[in-house]
């Protein structure tokens, strides 16, 4: 049992060392996601390591009693970052208020060991036995679950990501392998299905990221592009230009014009992703697909031009923007056609209101 076991932990400590060389050669993640990536499965390998030495230690006597203690410990204090660690991939805060929180729990874990065994024992012939308050060292590891579970969840929505089905999956395949382990702890899959899942992740990481628009959050043109072959229903399509955007940058540079993107895209998003999916369709052009409140569209188009006329008070340079709809049903046309209607309807509307401009 401990050859097939050890040749398990081994072989998951090996495709995680070769998905984090992946990571190193990737286009498509920031430096700083990669090093996130890598304390992910970084810590994931040592607790590994540290349970399968852990287990090797057993029975041994009194000379590896120490070992046995200390490895334990260490098992036990970075268990628990392996889901912050998740969290901050997709979010990167509060990392002071965790990483104080890690602290104090692996002290818990080392005073344990060393000097009451509450949480876990290891006896003179360096047997390893749960203790009275073992609970504790299982509440931490699930209060790091919980706040992973929110903080994707949270985002998932941020992004108009449809994955949130996807992660609660890999979330429980991470839990169903942690109670398989509380339930018959000789089984030792908890560090396997971690890793199994933390592999699962950075898929679903890529994949989120591959459809993000970095600057303005939004779904990027490839995300539109995929998204439109897929509707089947009715729905509102809208296409958004932002007037004068040449001259923000010829005059103010690209900076400011990334900044005039930036905030524009929240603005839509913020009035329009209750009603469907919003997009960066490329360059100064935002476009979103409305599948609820068909009939509201005027309504929440006059809400972004408030919104924009407000904020136009404390920052006379930020441009007005131009929309055009068209009613799209799969039944009677194309999208293409339908798309073309509604660039046609926002070039007419920025003909005929060209007087509100930046330069003006």
Known sequence: ??????????????????????????????????????KLFNAIIIAAFCEWFGNYLQGTGVSTRVLHITVKAVEFSVAPSI??????????????????????????EC??????????????????????????????????????IYVVLKNVK?????????????VAFMIGGIIIQLYDSSLRVDYVTLGIASIMLYVF?????????????????????????????????????????????????????????RTLGRMVKKHYAKS?????????????????????????????????NIRRKNNPILPMVSIGYSYYDPKNQSIQEAMAEADQVMYEYKRKHKNIRLSQ
């Open 83 to 108: 889901a912050f660690f998740i969290s901050w991939i997709i979010e990167r805060r509060n990392e002071k208020i965790i990483y104080l929180y890690l602290a104090v729990h692996a002290l818990i």
């Open 1 to 38: 049992m401990l050859r097939y076991y050890t040749a398990i932990i081994f072989l998951s400590i090996a495709a995680m060392v070769i998905v984090q060389i992946g990571i190193n050669e990737s286009h498509t993640l920031t430096q700083g996601r990669k090093n996130l990536f890598h």
């Open 276 to 308: 469907g999916k919003c997009f960066r369709y490329g360059g100064d052009e935002f476009c979103v697909i409305m599948t609820n409140n068909l009939d509201k569209v005027d309504q929440i188009n006059q809400e972004l031009f408030d919104e924009i």
């Open 111 to 148: 005073i344990s060991g060393f000097w009451g065994g509450a949480i876990y024992h290891i006896d003179e012939n360096s047997n390893y036995m749960h203790g009275e308050f073992y609970w504790i060292y299982i509440t931490a590891y699930m209060i790091s679950i919980a706040y992973c």
């Open 205 to 261: 990481t890529l994949e989120m990221i591959n459809q993000t628009d970095e600057l303005t959050e939004l779904i990027n043109r490839r995300g539109f592009e995929n998204y439109i072959k897929q509707i089947e229903e009715k729905c509102m399509i809208l296409f958004f230009d932002v007037d004068g955007f040449k001259q923000i940058n010829d005059n103010y540079g690209h900076a400011f014009g990334d900044d005039v993107l």
């Open 158 to 170: 941020r992004y108009q990501y449809n994955g949130a089905a996807g992660f609660l999956l890999i």
